[in-house]
């Protein structure tokens, strides 16, 4: 289990998806060949729970970024994940076994992105996870 495990397994299974070009486990600098997606641990929480362990919810946020050059017909292309994207995610609740499940609800949001000044649309989700484990 872990966090780094968690964001390849979900990169993995929006790689997979008919139409994105790329899904690599770590940002880079530059936009790869659109779309692609970019997935990073946003904010977190670790509390010492039962004792022993450790409990900890993390809200890792998955990127998707589309080129914008013609609005309309981008934007079209992009409604097909609206619902694709979240479906993936709930096939896997544990994301392939590297979370101990995906806690309700993903979020999203969707309009004018950014990354290293390119202007792009896209999808915002905000997938909150939860892994227990043992204080060692």
Request: hydrophobic share 40%; proline share 6%; with cysteine.
């Amino acid at each position: 289990m872990g966090l780094v495990a968690a964001i390849a397994d979900l990169q993995g299974t929006i790689g997979a998806l008919t139409g994105i070009r790329e899904a690599p486990t770590y940002p880079g600098d530059k936009l790869p060949p659109l779309p692609s997606s970019f997935c990073f641990v946003a904010s977190g929480e670790w509390k010492q729970q039962p004792a022993g362990a450790r409990t900890g919810l993390h809200v890792l946020r998955l990127q998707i970024y589309w080129d914008r050059k013609d609005l309309a017909r981008d934007v079209t292309k992009a409604m097909v994940y609206v619902e694709t994207i979240p479906n993936a995610i709930m096939a896997d609740y544990t994301l392939g076994g590297t979370v101990d499940t995906v806690v309700d609800p993903i979020t999203y949001t969707f309009g004018a992105m950014e990354w290293t000044g390119m202007q792009t649309i896209g999808y915002s989700y905000d997938i909150t996870v939860k892994i227990m484990e043992a204080i060692t």
